[in-house]
C-alpha cells in the first residue's frame, strides 16, 4: 500500500474558463495534499480556446488532421503552465509533462484515437519528487510519433486512462457538482414546470451511459465500463458528487440551502492581507464581518482592493462581537492573541490560527476549551506553508508507527543562509526576508531557532501524540555560525542548512536542532531560499519527502484557506438533509 496515494483530478475547460479560475483548481490541489494523497492534474484548454483555435483554422478551409491537431493541443499546453505557474506561486511543489514525456500513445483517427500506452513510471517518479504533476488531457501521440487527440472533450477519457494505468483514484470537475437526472438549472426547471432536477449520489456504469452523455464524453464512460473503473463527478470546492461505479443508481438527498460562513479577520499584515483577498473569490461561502488591526488608518497595499473601513477596528470586543461565526488569528504573539482565541472557543466560535508560539505555549488549554464548547482549532498553517505537513503526518499515523523525522522548517534561515553563502552580511540578508514577509515580527525567533522548535514540536504532537515529552539532544539556531563556516563547507561541494530532527527512544523522544553541513546535491542541500523539506520515516522503514515553500503570503495563504475551505465543508454536509430515493 502507497504511503500517500495517487487522485487524477480532471479540470475542464468549463472550470478553468479564464485565468482567473486557475486559483480554484489550486485550492482543489491542495484539498487532496492535505488528504495525504499526491495529485495528478490533467487539464484542458482555458474556456472557449479550443473553440476560438477551430475558428482560426476554417480560415483555411478543410484543416489537414495532423496540423488541425497540433494547433488545438496549443490551447492544452497553456493551461498546463498557468497551472503550474499558479501552484508554484501558492508555494506547491509542481512538475509538469508534455506529451511527449507523458508517453500517451493512441491508435486509431489523428483527431478522436483510442490511448493505448502511456510511461506511468515516469510519472510515479516525478510524483516521487513533487506531490502534484500537472499534464495536458485529450492530447497524445500516435505511432508515428505526430500528435494526436481523444476527441470532444478527451480530457475526461485522458484522466481516466491515466487512473487505471496508474491504479489511481479519480475525480473529473466540472460546472456542477454531479449528474443530474437533467439540465439542473433552476431557470430551465421553472419554464417547464418542473421540480427541480435531482442529482445522483451515485450511478451503474450502465446507468451513466444513458444519461451522462452531457456531462462525460461517452467515450470516457465506455472506457470506464470496460475497465470497471469507479470514478467521481463534482464541482470544484464542493462536497456533493456523483460516484460513478458498480454501485446502484441511487438520488442523493436534496442539497440544504447554501451556508455562507461569518469571519472575523485578526490580523491584516503579510499573511492576514492575502487571506482576506483570496477570500473574496468565495463571496457565496464566506462573508468577513469585522477585521482587528493595531493601526486602522495605515495604508496597505493597493493591490488587495479597496478596504470597507466599516470592518476595520481596533477594538478586540467588538470583533467577537460581530455577528462572526469563526475567526482567523493572524496577529502573532502570545498574550492577546490567547486572550482573543480563548474567548472565542468559549463563545463556541471556530478558530483557525497561523500562530505556531499560541499553539505550542497554550494550545493544551485551548484544546480544552474547544472540546468543552464544541468549536474547533484548526492551524494548519502553523507549519510548513504550503507543505500540509501536520495532515499528513496525522493521516500516516493513523496507520503506521512513525520512527521519526527530518528536514528544513524555518524558511527565514535557509533563504539568510543561502544570501550568506552569495557573501551578503547577516543585516543585509535578514533585510532581505523581512521585505519578503518570512521573518517572524521578531527576527531573532528565526535565527535563534525558537521558530523551528515550535514547529518541531508541532509535527511530533501530530506524530506520537501530545503526551510524549520532548528531550532536547541540542538546540541551536544560525545566530551563531560565522562566515568563515559557510566557507569552509562550500570549499568541500557542502553547504549549511539548519536541520531538526526528532525520533522515538525508548523513553520518549529525541530532539535535535543546529546548523549542519549537508552535501550541496543531497535532498536538504538542494532545498533552497524559502523551501521546506520534511523526510519523515515510518517503522517499517518507508520514507516519505514532503517539499514546498514554507513562508510567505501565498504559501500561508493557501493553508488558512485550506483550514478554512473544511470548515465551510463540515458547515455545507451537517445542514443537508438525510433522505435517499432510488432511481
Ligand atoms: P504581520 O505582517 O506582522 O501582521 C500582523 C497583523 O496583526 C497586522 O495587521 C497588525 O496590525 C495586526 N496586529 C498585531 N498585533 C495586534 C494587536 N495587538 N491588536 C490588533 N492588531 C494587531 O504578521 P504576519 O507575517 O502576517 O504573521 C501573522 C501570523 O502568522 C504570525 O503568528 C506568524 O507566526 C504566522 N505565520 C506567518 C508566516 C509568514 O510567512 N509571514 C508563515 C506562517 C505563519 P497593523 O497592520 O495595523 O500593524
Ligand atoms: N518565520 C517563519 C519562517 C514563517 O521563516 O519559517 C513561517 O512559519
Known amino acids: 500500500v502507497s504511503l500517500r496515494p495517487i487522485s487524477v483530478l480532471k479540470f475542464g475547460s468549463s472550470v ?342 499560541l499553539v505550542v505555549e497554550r494550545g493544551a488549554a485551548l484544546e480544552a476549551v474547544a472540546s468543552r464548547s464544541g468549536s474547533l482549532l484548526l492551524h494548519s498553517a502553523t507549519v510548513g506553508g504550503a507543505v500540509p505537513v501536520l495532515e499528513t503526518v496525522r493521516h500516516l499515523a493513523a496507520t503506521r508507527p512513525i520512527a521519526g523525522f527530518e528536514g528544513i522548517v524555518n524558511s527565514t534561515t535557509n533563504f539568510v543562509l543561502e544570501w550568506l553563502s552569495e557573501g551578503d552580511d547577516l543585516e543585509t540578508a535578514v533585510g532581505r526576508a523581512r521585505w519578503r514577509g518570512y521573518c517572524e515580527a521578531d527576527p531573532r525567533l528565526d535565527l535563534d531557532g525558537t521558530d523551528a522548535a515550535h514547529k518541531l514540536e508541532l509535527v511530533a504532537r501530530a506524530a506520537f501524540g501530545g503526551g510524549v515529552a520532548v528531550r532536547w539532544l541540542e538546540r541551536r539556531g544560525i545566530d551563531g555560525l560565522c562566515a568563515g563556516e559557510l566557507q569552509s563547507a562550500g570549499a568541500s561541494g557542502e553547504t549549511i542548512r539548519l536541520v531538526a530532527s526528532c525520533a522515538r527512544a525508548t523513553w520518549g523522544l529525541e530532539a535535535r536542532l543546529a546548523p549542519r553541513r549537508v552535501p550541496c546535491s543531497s535532498l536538504l542541500g538542494r532545498t533552497r531560499g524559502v523551501e521546506n523539506c520534511f523526510a519523515i520515516r515510518t517503522h517499517d522503514g518507508e520514507t516519505l519527502v514532503l517539499r514546498g515553500k514554507g513562508a510567505g503570503r501565498w504559501p500561508t495563504t493557501e493553508a488558512v484557506l485550506g483550514d478554512l475551505l473544511e470548515l465551510s465543508r463540515l458547515r455545507q454536509s451537517s445542514a443537508a438533509p438525510v433522505e435517499e430515493v432510488a432511481r
Not at 493512441?106 to 510524483?127: K, M, N, V, Y
Not at 479519480?170 to 437533467?182: A, I, N, P, T
Not at 498574550?335 to 463556541?348: C, I, K, M, N, Q
Open 16 to 357: 478553468l474558463a479564464g485565468r482567473r479560475d486557475l486559483k480554484h483548481a489550486v485550492h482543489e490541489i491542495y484539498r487532496e495534499l492535505r488528504e495525504a494523497r499526491r495529485v495528478v492534474a490533467v487539464v484542458s484548454a482555458l474556456g472557449r480556446t479550443t473553440d476560438r483555435l477551430l475558428g482560426e483554422a476554417r480560415h483555411f478551409g478543410e484543416s489537414e488532421p495532423a496540423a488541425l491537431a497540433l494547433l488545438l493541443s496549443t490551447g492544452e499546453s497553456r493551461a498546463v503552465a498557468l497551472l503550474a505557474l499558479a501552484l508554484q506561486r501558492a508555494g506547491i511543489s509542481t512538475s509538469i509533462l508534455d506529451p511527449e514525456q507523458l508517453g500517451l500513445r493512441t491508435h486509431g483517427s489523428l483527431l478522436d484515437g483510442e490511448p493505448f500506452a502511456l510511461d506511468a513510471a515516469l510519472i510515479r517518479r516525478e510524483l516521487e519528487l513533487s506531490s502534484v504533476v500537472v499534464v495536458p488531457g485529450f492530447v497524445g501521440r500516435d505511432s508515428s510519433g505526430a500528435t494526436s487527440l481523444l476527441g470532444r472533450g478527451g480530457s475526461d477519457l485522458s484522466a481516466l486512462f491515466l487512473a487505471h494505468r496508474l491504479g489511481a483514484s479519480c475525480r473529473l470537475l466540472k460546472d456542477v457538482d454531479g449528474v443530474y437526472e437533467r439540465d439542473p438549472a433552476p431557470d430551465r426547471a421553472a419554464a417547464c414546470a418542473l421540480p427541480r432536477a435531482r442529482r445522483y449520489a451515485t450511478l451503474a456504469w450502465d446507468d451513466a451511459l444513458a444519461v451522462g452523455g452531457a456531462v462525460v464524453q461517452t467515450k470516457a464512460l465506455r472506457f470506464a465500463r470496460e475497465h470497471a473503473l469507479e470514478f467521481e463527478v463534482g464541482r470544484v470546492g464542493a462536497a456533493a458528487h456523483t460516484r460513478i461505479g458498480s454501485e446502484a443508481t441511487r438520488f442523493a438527498p436534496a442539497d440544504g440551502p447554501p451556508r455562507r460562513l461569518r469571519l472575523a479577520l485578526l490580523g491584516l499584515g503579510t499573511v492576514g492581507l492575502g487571506v482576506h483577498r483570496e477570500l473574496q473569490r468565495f463571496p457565496e461561502r464566506f462573508e468577513v464581518a469585522s477585521i482587528l488591526v493595531r493601526d486602522r488608518f495605515k495604508r496597505r497595499a493597493s493591490a488587495f482592493g479597496e478596504l470597507d473601513p466599516e470592518l476595520a477596528t481596533q477594538d478586540p470586543a467588538a470583533v467577537l462581537d460581530s455577528g462572526c461565526e469563526a475567526i482567523v488569528e493572524l496577529l502573532g504573539g502570545v498574550s492577546t492573541a490567547a486572550d482573543l482565541v480563548g474567548r472565542a472557543l468559549e463563545r463556541g466560535l471556530d478558530v483557525v490560527t497561523a500562530n505556531k508560539q
